[in-house]
C-alpha cells in the first residue's frame, strides 16, 4: 500500500498531511481518488487511499505534485509580482552559479505543453505577452528524459533544469527550484572552475546558444 504525505483539498491546494483537518476532503494529485489523512502513534503521519488502498494513475504522485508546487510557485510569483528563481549549482561544490528569474510579471508556466511536435516538458515557462518559451523543467523521479527529447532539445537549443523530487524536499518547489543538473546550459564555476555539462550518452553538454527569436538576451548571471 502506496502512502503520502500531501493531498489536494476540494479548492485544489495542496495540503501537507500535518495541516489536514479530520473529515475534510481531500484527494490524491495522481489518480484524485478520495484520500485520508491517518494522524497515529504507531506510524508517520500520512494520506491513504481510502477505497482502493492504492493508487491507479500511470504517473507517480511524486511527479505529479513536484509539478503541481513549480506551478503553484510561479503563480504566487504572478500574483504577489516577484520572482520564482530557478537556480543552477555546481556539481562538485554545489555553489550556486546560474540563477534564471522567473518573473511573475512577465513568465508564466504550463506542465506537458507542446513546445515543438516532437518535445513536450514537464513543465514550460512562457513569456506572457509572446507565449514563447524562456526555458523548461524535466522532472525525473525514476526515468529520465527520453533519447528523443534529449535530442530535441539539443537541436532546438532549450535550456531545461533537471528537478529530481523526494518526498522530504519536493515542498521547497513552492519557493524555487535548486539543481545541479540541466541541458544545454553551459555554465563555468568561478569558485572551482568546474564546468558544466554532461557529455556520456545520457546528457548533452551545454551549448549555451538561443534561438534569437525565443530568447534575446541569456538568462544565466
Request: hydrophobic share 35%; with cysteine; net charge positive.
Amino acid at each position: 500500500m502506496v502512502s503520502y504525505p500531501y493531498a489536494l483539498d476540494n479548492e485544489g491546494r495542496v495540503i501537507p498531511v500535518r495541516q489536514a483537518m479530520s473529515g475534510a476532503m481531500y484527494s490524491c494529485l495522481a489518480c484524485k481518488e478520495r484520500l485520508v489523512p491517518r494522524h497515529g502513534l504507531q506510524v508517520e503521519w500520512h494520506y491513504y487511499h481510502y477505497v482502493s488502498g492504492d493508487c491507479t494513475s500511470s504517473e507517480s504522485s511524486l511527479h505529479r505534485i513536484t509539478k503541481r508546487l513549480i506551478i503553484a510557485g510561479v503563480e504566487s510569483a504572478r500574483r504577489a509580482k516577484t520572482i520564482y528563481n530557478a537556480e543552477l549549482t555546481c556539481t562538485t561544490c554545489s555553489t550556486v552559479i546560474g540563477r534564471a528569474e522567473i518573473k511573475g510579471v512577465s513568465h508564466y508556466a504550463l506542465d506537458e505543453h507542446y513546445l515543438t511536435p516532437k518535445l513536450r516538458p514537464d513543465i514550460s515557462f512562457l513569456a506572457i505577452d509572446s507565449d514563447e518559451p524562456f526555458g523548461t523543467v524535466e522532472v525525473v523521479v525514476s526515468s529520465p528524459p527520453s533519447p528523443d527529447a534529449l535530442a530535441e532539445y539539443q537541436r532546438e537549443k532549450i535550456w531545461c533544469l533537471i528537478v529530481k523530487p523526494t518526498w522530504d524536499t519536493v515542498w521547497t518547489l513552492r519557493n524555487g527550484i535548486r539543481t545541479n543538473e540541466g541541458i544545454n546550459i553551459d555554465v563555468k564555476c568561478s569558485k572551482c572552475a568546474n564546468t558544466l555539462g554532461f557529455t556520456g550518452k545520457r546528457w548533452y553538454p551545454g551549448t549555451g546558444n538561443y534561438r534569437k527569436r525565443w530568447r534575446r538576451r541569456r538568462p544565466w548571471s
